[in-house]
């Protein structure tokens, strides 16, 4: 089906819709915009999902038909509940005309085109809901801020909201696997108008990553206010966690629901309990169906055990009510991660970026949940350099000091608890927007390392939640590169040379701040005769007003 854009340009969408439904039967729309082509199905996607098994990294099974783009809703699934499915190639891409575009903002507004055109169809209701993953979920925020006719609902599933903070530089640092990988996907149905660009971006992609940030900003989330349906990965570290809880946590929408999982992403979104989900949310919105959906609570929290086993409640808000914050601090003497700052002693550790890291462990007295943001502060030094790149980890070992993997970017399943990352002269703050536990950069600002200069670095660890049993220990790694090898994710060209120094003790204050959800009161007797469980030194450096709030019993699940 044709579809003008407001310049002009003619889009083309393929349409599906009950071939039963008689012109009185009016249906709502979900509708997706895709460079990856409307109607290539799953043997033309932009992943060759044998490839990447073949690599180690399992996406697990998919059960899709063959009409299903590439990270698209299913149109087998959605039509026979009731839905029309509009999908639509973007401008310059396969069969729509125009030039494309790398940009979103234009990308936006065809988009919200196409929303007001299937509004004003016949065989629509008047009510449209966007739908996808990944790219066609920060198409969404993008989309949505811009409140077209007709909108009535969005789902984003891990998609970014900042594309220049959650892709092309985390944490200042130019990410070159993923984004180059995202920009070959999106230009292989780019029309031949594209060659000067084909050329020019991914040098400038590799070279001046905030560039973007100022010819294509961000979305204004707080404009969002449609209900939003937002899925959350804690298994895609790299390019999509940070963004997704951060559009879930700006948007200005009354009606907002996170969806947390740790586990597989496309294994996830088109899994039955997860699509069953997303459809309880659109036969509200859209259909106007009484199913109680808007008394469901606000965040489905899944919490990681191990790499198959994890726990699920649900909860208020995000982030958890109850939530408090654990210091603890890096201890060169033993390597050892503690509750209680050094002594007045000052230590320093020297170790090469070529391939050494620094390792600090905490063993838990305690069954613990880790849930939200974590903050790592380090005092650091380079020898014979103005500039460093820090690469930060946290890990897990169990009780027997083995190595505990979760799922990672892609279907990696080596991957860690949490990553962060820090080019040191990006390190000024945004005041405005930081928070203890939550450190916010300001893009604008560029401050180089003075010759022997010790300065405080902020690193912003992402959000995870992963249990820790009695007895199994929390990894911190600091290091001068990528900490595993997933092939899929990584940065490539980091400015690091010579070694890093990282200062502890006395008046350098590196420490990590964990946030730690409090666990439901044991039984009486339970902890042994007479005998109360030692807590964890827990601590609220800013005093943030958090209630403790009532925590569901876990329930463990092994996959």
Request: proline share 8%.
């Amino acid at each position: 089906m044709p579809i003008r854009t407001g310049d002009g340009t003619l889009l083309r969408a393929d349409v599906y819709r009950d071939a039963h439904a008689g012109p009185h039967d009016p249906r709502p729309v979900l509708v997706a915009v895709t460079p990856y082509g409307k109607n290539a199905g799953v043997d033309r996607y932009p992943v060759d999902f044998d490839e990447l098994a073949a690599s180690g990294n399992h996406v697990g099974e998919l059960e899709l038909s063959d009409c299903t783009s590439f990270e698209a809703p299913d149109p087998a699934y959605w039509v026979p509940h009731g839905y029309v499915v509009v999908v639509a190639d973007m401008r310059g891409h396969h069969a729509s005309g125009g030039h494309p575009r790398l940009l979103l903002g234009r990308a936006a507004l065809d988009c919200a085109s196409v929303v007001e055109w299937a509004g004003t169809q016949e065989w629509s209701n008047g009510k449209v809901g966007l739908a996808g993953a990944d790219y066609l979920a920060t198409l969404q925020w993008y989309t949505a801020a811009l409140n077209p006719p007709y909108l009535a609902a969005i789902a984003p599933w891990e998609g970014v909201s900042d594309p220049c903070r959650d892709i092309l530089t985390q944490g200042g640092i130019p990410e070159t696997r993923f984004s180059e990988f995202w920009y070959r996907a999106m230009n292989t149905g780019a029309h031949c108008g594209a060659a000067s660009l084909s050329r020019l971006t991914p040098w400038l992609l590799r070279r001046f990553p905030d560039f973007f940030r100022h010819v294509a900003p961000p979305p204004r989330l707080e404009d969002v206010t449609v209900p939003a349906l937002v899925g959350v990965s804690w298994s895609d570290q790299g390019p999509r966690t940070r963004g997704s809880v951060e559009g879930y946590c700006r948007i200005g929408s009354e009606h907002k629901w996170l969806y947390t999982h740790g586990r597989k992403m496309w294994q996830t979104y088109y899994g039955s309990e997860a699509v069953d989900f997303q459809r309880r949310f659109f036969d509200r919105f859209l259909k106007g169906e009484d199913n109680g959906f808007e008394n469901t609570p606000r965040v489905r929290l899944e919490t990681r055990h191990d790499l198959r086993t994890y726990s699920e409640r649900a909860e208020a808000e995000w982030p958890v009510p109850g939530t408090r914050y654990l210091a603890l601090h890096l201890d060169h003497t033993n390597a050892d991660l503690k509750p209680t700052p050094s002594d007045k002693r000052h230590f320093r550790r020297t170790f090469p970026v070529a391939g050494d890291e620094l390792v600090f462990t905490h063993t838990f007295d305690e069954d613990t949940e880790i849930t939200g943001h974590s903050s790592l502060r380090l005092w650091v030094q380079a020898k014979d350099a103005n500039d460093m790149d820090l690469f930060v980890g946290l890990a897990k070992r169990d009780e027997h000091d083995r190595d505990v993997w979760f799922e990672g970017h892609g279907g990696y399943e080596k991957g860690f608890v949490a990553h962060g990352w820090m080019r040191v002269s990006r390190r000024a703050l945004d005041p405005e927007a930081s928070t203890a536990y939550r450190p916010v950069h300001d893009p604008k600002k560029y401050w180089p390392l003075l010759p022997d200069q010790i300065v405080p670095v902020d690193i912003e660890i992402m959000p995870h939640s992963t249990f820790f049993e009695a007895g199994s220990t929390l990894v911190l790694v600091i290091s001068g590169h990528d900490l595993d090898e997933n092939p899929r994710v990584g940065h490539d060209r980091t400015i690091n040379k010579g070694f890093h120094i990282v200062h502890t003790g006395g008046p350098f204050d590196s420490h990590l701040l964990l946030p730690v959800v409090p666990q439901p009161a044991p039984e009486p007797g339970e902890t042994g005769a007479g005998e109360s469980a030692a807590p964890e030194q827990i601590v609220d450096p800013l005093e943030i007003p958090i209630a403790w709030g009532a925590l569901a019993p876990l329930q463990r699940v092994r996959l």
